[in-house]
């Protein structure tokens, strides 16, 4: 049979290989497009991760990010371990006890210090950390709140020994001191604030970490396997962090809103939770990787850190700090 093409079938054929090609193109970028699973809490620090996936700005970089959510950022880490996350948003005392029990996480985004963002609420009627002693005071272990409360006592001659400690999650606390069973708790935003805004202005903040400086800080942390198979991965979410952390500044108006449906608080409350928090910018951050006795500093900080963990019998020995962190990705994105 002879075929015969005119100029009709001609321009369908072309149309025919035009859209096939295209569809070859959009299969092979669908297929070069990353999936990152990242673990988090809510909390205000973590902004500029809530406006980088709310406007998909992971995408330009090719990437695309799963942000999963956890009610106790205690249970971040095991899922890291488990591989059912990839990596995960911690504060640095967890990654320091985690190297020091020999599991190998590493903090390659020093992402924001607590600057009040992390306090203990008590009744009025307590005005003091010595005043804490004998009495019931809400916490989570191994967590922030341990952290904090742990630095608190240390740095008025008090021990974990004279208060009487009761587990709870940084959520529970309001709940908690509402109804009358806990006098003191220690959490994070936004639960400082709907505890101290209860309906008869019965708590207030007794110690925050105003109080102590640059020792609470959050990072994005993975494991030692994560970070050698997927090198590329990461320094695409670093970037669409970054641009996150662009678009906050630029745009603060827009950001409040988006930052407020994350945290369930109107976007006024959220322009005041920011206050308590300081995002790392890019060309500071080197100085939280430089070996000094600052707490701008791991090694500051984390000296700190485990001499706090170690005492309480929460990690076996104190970490080598160039172990607890990988600057290689902030030192690329900085040159």
Same mark, same amino acid.
């Given at each position: ?11 369908? /054929? ?24 990242? %673990? ?12 980088? !996936?709310?406007?998909?700005?992971? @995408? ?13 950022? /205690? ?28 599991? #190998? ?33 809400? *916490?989570?272990?191994?967590?922030? /709140? !341990? ?16 208060? &009487? ?14 109804? %009358?069973?806990? #006098? ?10 709907? =505890?101290?805004?209860?309906?008869? !202005? ?11 400086? %640059?020792?609470? =800080? ?8 994560? &970070?050698? @198979? ?27 809103? &988006? ?7 109107? #976007?006024?409350?959220? @322009? ?16 939280? *990787? ?5 707490? /701008?500093?791991?090694?500051?900080? %984390? ?6 963990? @170690?005492?309480?019998?929460? &990690? ?20």
């Amino acid at each position: 049979m002879t075929s015969v093409f005119t100029a009709s079938s001609l321009r369908k /054929t072309l149309l025919g290989v035009s859209l096939a090609t295209a569809a070859g193109v959009l299969s092979l970028s669908a297929q070069a497009m990353e999936t990152m699973k990242i %673990g988090t809490v809510v909390w205000v620090g973590q902004a500029p991760f809530y406006i980088a !996936d709310k406007l998909d700005l992971y @995408k330009a970089h090719g990437l695309k990010v799963e942000l999963q959510f956890f009610n106790d950022p /205690t249970m971040v880490p095991p899922a890291m371990m488990s591989g059912a996350l990839d990596g995960g948003t911690l504060t640095y005392d967890q990654v320091v006890a985690s190297v020091a029990k020999g599991i #190998p996480q590493r903090a390659v985004l020093p992402i924001d210090f607590s600057n009040g963002g992390d306090a203990i609420v008590a009744e009025k009627s307590i005005t003091s950390v010595q005043d804490f002693k004998g009495k019931k005071v809400g *916490f989570s272990p191994l967590s922030t /709140t !341990d952290f904090l409360l742990a630095y608190a006592l240390k740095s008025h001659g008090m021990s974990s020994k004279d208060i &009487i400690s009761v587990n709870l999650s940084p959520e529970a606390i309001p709940s908690a001191m509402a109804s %009358g069973s806990l #006098p003191i708790g220690v959490t994070y935003e936004p639960n400082v604030s709907q =505890t101290v805004n209860m309906p008869g !202005d019965k708590y207030h903040v007794v110690y925050s970490s105003k109080d102590a400086p %640059g020792l609470i =800080t959050d990072v994005l942390a993975f494991e030692e396997g994560v &970070i050698a @198979k997927r090198p590329e991965a990461i320094k695409a979410l670093l970037k669409g962090y970054l641009d996150g952390l662009a678009y906050m500044q630029s745009h603060p108006d827009e950001s409040a809103q &988006i930052i407020a449906k994350v945290l369930g608080v109107t #976007p006024a409350e959220a @322009k005041e939770q920011l206050s308590g928090v300081y995002n790392i910018p890019l060309h500071e951050m080197g100085k939280n *990787f430089e070996k000094s006795d600052a707490t /701008t500093s791991f090694y500051g900080s %984390g000296a700190v850190i485990a001499d706090l963990l @170690k005492a309480n019998g929460q &990690i076996p020995v104190i970490p080598d700090f160039a172990d607890t962190f990988d600057a290689q990705f902030v030192e690329a994105l900085s040159q």
